[in-house]
């Protein structure tokens, strides 16, 4: 069975630190791209940050470039995001979902080098978490 499973969430200050993770299971997990999404209330979610399967280059959108640090453990088959100075604009309900590798670039580099927003390809992700909630207070 696959499954992708997000936790760490939880009610946070501004300015604090989440460290979300996500376990996967069923599938070639070191072959797949895994990248974060988030969905704020009201709003249409977003892509957040990538890693890739093959080189573990890293992506981030940019409201969170400098803030946001996303890593692998192949041998866990586990994918954090480590999460700093966390503002309200934050809060969200945070997904975790994975992509089978593009030639030559790489899934993530492709994603988020396009010009377009991240969550422009949501569509294609493979397999994807239940999310985790992060709430960010004032």
């Known amino acids: 069975e696959v499954q992708l499973v997000e936790s760490g969430g939880g009610l946070v200050q501004a300015g604090g630190s989440l460290r979300l993770s996500c376990v996967a299971s069923?599938?070639?997990?070191?072959?797949?791209?895994i990248a974060w999404f988030r969905q704020a209330p009201g709003k249409e979610r977003e892509g957040v940050s990538c890693i890739s399967s093959s080189d573990g280059s890293t992506f981030y959108v940019d409201s969170v470039k400098g803030r946001f640090t996303v890593s692998r453990d192949n041998a866990k088959r586990t994918v954090y995001l480590q999460m700093t100075n966390l503002t309200p604009e934050d809060t969200a309900v945070y997904f975790c979902?994975?992509?089978?590798?593009?030639?030559?670039?790489?899934?993530?580099?492709?994603?988020?080098?396009?010009?377009?927003?991240?969550?422009?390809?949501?569509?294609?992700?493979?397999?994807w978490g239940e999310g985790t909630l992060v709430t960010v207070s004032s």
């Open positions: 069923g599938f070639t997990f070191a072959d797949y791209a």
């Open positions: 979902a994975a992509k089978t590798e593009i030639s030559p670039i790489g899934w993530c580099r492709f994603s988020y080098a396009s010009g377009s927003p991240p969550g422009h390809y949501q569509h294609v992700m493979d397999y």
